[in-house]
């Protein structure tokens, strides 16, 4: 494979999915669906490089582009749109004449690029997925991904070097490939999620042309060659990032069918197919807690509205939904706002007006001050009246329900009477247990001189300097 190529990293992303802890459509019906369609987009699966996305091409009956840069391509030489793509629609490209170009350059920079690309070739040949720069000489080059006549996947710089990878695609179907290049003209390659190559220097001491962008075929001297007989899809290029190995995997396990968590504490965790789970706990037990997982802020949707809601995902297994939460040493709250509270830093007490509880309802109280080998302490609800409690912003009995001891961690069990407090006095707070030392208290209430926030604290004093936080699953 002799193009005037250069490293890019070319990956085509075929993003199908659909699926929460409820998928209650089969994947198969709905791939020419508009809900397959949004929910593959590369731009839900990386959305912090959106900023860097300089082309993406979905090929949906049109050539258009979809990163916002209005870089059209050009059909050239018969290349056409077609319908049965990785997901959706493809370019289908005939491996003689067609191939795709652009009025404009597409990727301003021959390093610090990434691109990525979905493929389906009928046989293994020597063939071009994307090349950068196209041009007839050895200095300044072209650069490009595509693969070789045995199969495996280069990326190579004109008269320069190339990397190729140790695997082989497979033939009439469909894979992925992604090429990074770094600042450094270092170069990846990835097939099918797996690093197949690199990272090694290419260049060969070569400058690199940045204009004259191309799909699915490359120069060999000043002659169109290389052309790729199949389709492509999900054309996606980046200016100033290369992916890593965790970014490739979730490009793959979207084009694939598979379903993980994207997102962040900004933009809030969901389904990589737009859809939530009931709970914080539905999330972390069900069979897609892969991807951008961990501790932070989830979208969770127990009824007809979704919200956001901060998760604690690694105590005691996970699955914890933060309700009231005392973040400061010196401020209270002193009313419940409808809506979990998505901020472990923020002091607010919230009532949840839908929640779906686990098969086992369980309460979870953290503090800073607590005695323990820990810092929490968790409890079974025993009743309806316990279970009310992350629904509720106000209850008629001065307290609410039967819990009992899961798991103390050190801390001494003081008792079965279990108050979580609704009167004025003792606005949101949880007693658990009896006597001087409850085995577990938050004070959600200032100036209260008669309850201690914290776990195992005394009942009498001011209260105490520590935070608080209580959660269920």
Known sequence: MRGRLRNIFVTAIFLAALGSETHAFPFQLLQ??????????????????????????????????????????????????????????????????????????????????????????????????????????????????????????????????????????????????????????????????????????????????????????????????????????????????????????????????????????TTGRTYSDGTYASSCYAYRSGSYYRGATGDGVYWIKPAATAFRAYCDMTTDGGGWTLVDNDASTTTQFTSRQAGANDSITVTRGSYLPAYQWSASPELLVKSSSYTGSLGWVSFYAQDANAREYPTQTAITSPNVGTWAVKTLNGNTNNGALSWIYRDLNHFGSVWLGSGAQPTAACNYTPNNTNFYSGLGNSVSGNAAASTCSTWVR
């Open 32 to 265: 020419q669906g508009s809900l397959i369609q949004s929910n593959r987009n590369v731009r839900r699966i990386l959305p912090s490089y959106n900023s860097s996305l300089k082309g993406y091409w979905r090929f949906e009956g049109n050539f258009n582009d979809d990163s916002g840069n209005n870089k059209t391509a050009r059909a050239q030489g018969s290349a056409s749109t077609a319908t049965n793509g990785s997901v959706g629609g493809a370019v289908s490209l005939n491996g003689t004449t067609s191939y795709l170009d652009f009025a404009s350059t597409v990727l301003t920079s021959a390093t610090n690029i990434s691109v990525s690309v979905w493929f389906y070739q009928t046989a293994l040949a020597s063939a071009y997925f994307y090349v950068q720069g196209v041009t007839t000489g050895c200095n300044p080059s072209a650069q490009g991904l595509g693969t070789d006549s045995s199969g495996h996947i280069t990326a190579t710089v004109g008269c320069g070097g190339s990397v190729t990878s140790t695997a082989v695609y497979s033939p009439n179907t469909w894979n992925h490939a992604v090429m990074t290049k770094d600042s450094s003209s270092n170069v990846t390659l990835y097939l099918n999620g797996a690093l197949v190559a690199g990272p090694t220097n290419n260049n060969g001491g070569l400058s690199l042309s940045t204009g004259n962008d191309m799909v699915g075929a490359a120069w060999n001297g000043n002659v169109r060659m290389f052309f790729l007989n199949g389709k492509l899809d999900e054309v996606a290029l980046w200016n100033g990032v290369v992916l890593t190995a965790s970014d490739v995997s979730a490009l793959f396990r979207a084009g694939s069918g598979q379903i993980w968590i994207i997102g962040d504490d």
